[in-house]
C-alpha cells in the first residue's frame, strides 16, 4: 500500500510516518513528485496499520496497491523517473542512444567504435566483456580484460559505459568499471542476482525474458528496487514468437504498456529485437515513435567478421549515424530532448577495421 501526504509536508513529519511504518514490521519507501509524496509500504498488508496511518495528521490517503510490483508501479511513483548518470539524463522526455559492439575484443576495436558512437551523437557505450552463449563452445567474451578496456575507451571519448553482468560474483567488479550494468534476457528471473544489484547503487537495465509477461518483467524489477537500488531502467528486446524470419518479434506494444504501469524508463534494443541489419533502422524510429525513453544498437567497423558471429544485426558506423540524424529529427517533432555531440560528415566515410 502507499501513504500519500502533501509535498508541504515537513521532513520531521514524513520520518513520524515512516518510523510508524517501520515499527510495525514494514519498509518504507519514499518518492516526492511533483505535487505529492508517495510512501510506498512494502509488507503483508495490514488493515490496523492502514488504520494508523489514515489518523496520522498530514496523511491524506491510504490506498492499497493491488499490483504484486510496488515500487515499480505508477501508482507509487506518478512522476516519470529520469536517472542522472555523470550529466547524463535517461528518461522522461530525454533520448538516450547506446551504442557498440556485442563484445570487446581489443583494446583498438573498442577504442575505434567509441570514437564513432560519440562522434555520431551517441551518449553510452555499450561492450560485452562476459557473454551468455546459447553453445558452450562459443565465445564467451575476454573477462575483466575488456572491462579495462572499455572503460578507457569510455573516458578517453566521453561516453558512459554499459556491459552485461551474468552472475552475482561479478556484479562488484563490473560495477567498478562500468557506469550502467546490463542483465541479459536469460537473467530476468535470476533471483539471486537480482537482489545483489538491488545493494548497489549503479544502474541497471534490465532486459525483458523472451518469454515474459508484462507483470513478470515488473516484478524482475521490483526485486532491484526493493533491495535499495532505485535505478532502473527496463528494455524490450523482442519475444520469442512462431515467427522465424527475425531473430526476436520486437514488442512495440510493450513500450506504451510498461509507460502506462511502471515510472521507470524504457529502452529499446531492435538489435537483438529483430536480428537483421536492415531491419534495425526502421524498427528504432518505430521505438522512438512508440515513445521510447532510449536506444540500446549494436554497431560494429566489421561486423561480418565480429567474433561473436552476431554481425548479421550490426550497423555499420555510418549507417549508425544516419540513422542518429533521423532520430534527431523525429525527437523534434516528438518533444524528444536529444543532447548530442556530433562530428562533421566525413568522420563516417572511412573507419578502422580492428
Same mark, same amino acid.
Given at each position: 500500500?502507499?501513504?500519500?501526504?502533501?509535498?508541504?509536508?515537513?521532513?520531521?513529519?514524513?520520518?513520524?510516518? &515512516?518510523?510508524? +511504518?517501520?515499527?510495525?514490521?514494514?519498509? %518504507?519507501?519514499?518518492?516526492?513528485?511533483? /505535487?505529492? #509524496?508517495? =510512501?510506498? *509500504?512494502?509488507?503483508?498488508?495490514?488493515?490496523?496499520?492502514?488504520?494508523?496511518?489514515?489518523?496520522?495528521?498530514?496523511?491524506?490517503? &491510504?490506498?492499497? +496497491?493491488?499490483?504484486?510490483?510496488?515500487? %515499480?508501479?505508477?501508482?507509487?511513483?506518478? /512522476?516519470? #523517473?529520469? =536517472?542522472? *548518470?555523470?550529466?547524463?539524463?535517461?528518461?522522461?522526455?530525454?533520448?538516450?542512444?547506446?551504442?557498440?559492439?556485442?563484445?570487446?575484443?581489443?583494446?583498438?576495436?573498442?577504442?575505434?567504435?567509441?570514437?564513432?558512437?560519440?562522434?555520431?551523437?551517441?551518449?553510452?557505450?555499450?561492450?560485452?566483456?562476459?557473454?551468455?552463449?546459447?553453445?558452450?563452445?562459443?565465445?564467451?567474451?575476454?573477462?575483466?580484460?575488456?572491462?579495462?578496456?572499455?572503460?578507457?575507451?569510455?573516458?578517453?571519448?566521453?561516453?558512459?559505459?554499459?556491459?552485461?553482468?551474468?552472475?552475482?560474483?561479478?556484479?562488484?567488479?563490473?560495477?567498478?568499471?562500468?557506469?550502467?550494468?546490463?542483465?541479459?534476457?536469460?537473467?530476468?528471473?535470476?533471483?539471486?542476482?537480482?537482489?545483489?544489484?538491488?545493494?548497489?547503487?549503479?544502474?541497471?537495465?534490465?532486459?525483458?525474458?523472451?518469454?515474459?509477461?508484462?507483470?513478470?518483467?515488473?516484478?524482475?524489477?521490483?526485486?532491484?528496487?526493493?533491495?535499495?537500488?532505485?535505478?532502473?531502467?527496463?528494455?524490450?528486446?523482442?519475444?520469442?514468437?512462431?515467427?522465424?524470419?527475425?531473430?526476436?518479434?520486437?514488442?512495440?506494444?510493450?513500450?506504451?504498456?510498461?509507460?502506462?504501469?511502471?515510472?521507470?524508463?524504457?529502452?529499446?534494443?531492435?538489435?537483438?529485437?529483430?536480428?537483421?541489419?536492415?531491419?534495425?533502422?526502421?524498427?528504432?524510429?518505430?521505438?522512438?515513435?512508440?515513445?521510447?525513453?532510449?536506444?540500446?544498437?549494436?554497431?560494429?567497423?566489421?561486423?561480418?567478421?565480429?567474433?561473436?558471429?552476431?554481425?548479421?544485426?550490426?550497423?555499420?558506423?555510418?549507417?549508425?549515424?544516419?540513422?542518429?540524424?533521423?532520430?534527431?529529427?523525429?525527437?523534434?517533432?516528438?518533444?524528444?530532448?536529444?543532447?548530442?555531440?556530433?562530428?562533421?560528415?566525413?568522420?563516417?566515410?572511412?573507419?578502422?577495421?580492428?
Amino acid at each position: 500500500m502507499i501513504a500519500i501526504t502533501s509535498n508541504k509536508t515537513s521532513e520531521e513529519r514524513v520520518r513520524d510516518i &515512516v518510523k510508524v +511504518i517501520e515499527q510495525a514490521g514494514a519498509q %518504507a519507501h519514499i518518492s516526492r513528485g511533483v /505535487d505529492r #509524496t508517495v =510512501i510506498g *509500504i512494502v509488507g503483508q498488508y495490514e488493515p490496523k496499520l492502514a488504520e494508523h496511518l489514515r489518523s496520522m495528521k498530514d496523511v491524506e490517503n &491510504v490506498i492499497k +496497491i493491488s499490483k504484486s510490483y510496488k515500487l %515499480a508501479s505508477r501508482d507509487f511513483h506518478p /512522476d516519470d #523517473t529520469i =536517472i542522472e *548518470i555523470k550529466g547524463v539524463k535517461i528518461g522522461g522526455n530525454h533520448l538516450t542512444i547506446m551504442g557498440g559492439p556485442c563484445a570487446v575484443e581489443s583494446p583498438e576495436q573498442i577504442d575505434e567504435i567509441a570514437r564513432l558512437v560519440k562522434a555520431a551523437g551517441g551518449q553510452v557505450l555499450r561492450g560485452g566483456a562476459f557473454k551468455p552463449r546459447t553453445g558452450p563452445y562459443s565465445f564467451q567474451g575476454i573477462g575483466v580484460e575488456g572491462l579495462v578496456m572499455m572503460a578507457e575507451a569510455g573516458k578517453k571519448h566521453g561516453l558512459l559505459t554499459i556491459t552485461e553482468v551474468m552472475t552475482p560474483e561479478t556484479v562488484d567488479v563490473c560495477a567498478e568499471y562500468a557506469d550502467i550494468l546490463q542483465v541479459g534476457t536469460r537473467n530476468m528471473q535470476n533471483f539471486d542476482l537480482l537482489r545483489k544489484l538491488g545493494e548497489t547503487n549503479t544502474p541497471v537495465l534490465l532486459k525483458r525474458g523472451f518469454s515474459a509477461t508484462y507483470d513478470e518483467f515488473l516484478n524482475a524489477a521490483e526485486y532491484i528496487l526493493a533491495g535499495g537500488n532505485p535505478n532502473v531502467m527496463l528494455c524490450e528486446r523482442g519475444i520469442r514468437t512462431f515467427e522465424t524470419y527475425t531473430r526476436n518479434t520486437l514488442d512495440l506494444t510493450a513500450i506504451p504498456v510498461l509507460q502506462q504501469l511502471s515510472h521507470l524508463p524504457v529502452i529499446s534494443d531492435p538489435s537483438h529485437g529483430t536480428g537483421r541489419r536492415e531491419l534495425v533502422e526502421t524498427m528504432s524510429k518505430a521505438s522512438v515513435a512508440a515513445g521510447a525513453n532510449g536506444l540500446i544498437i549494436e554497431m560494429h567497423t566489421d561486423p561480418d567478421n565480429s567474433m561473436t558471429g552476431d554481425g548479421v544485426q550490426s550497423l555499420f558506423p555510418d549507417q549508425f549515424a544516419n540513422l542518429l540524424k533521423d532520430l534527431e529529427k523525429l525527437g523534434a517533432v516528438l518533444g524528444k530532448t536529444f543532447d548530442t555531440e556530433k562530428a562533421p560528415a566525413e568522420a563516417f566515410q572511412s573507419w578502422k577495421v580492428v
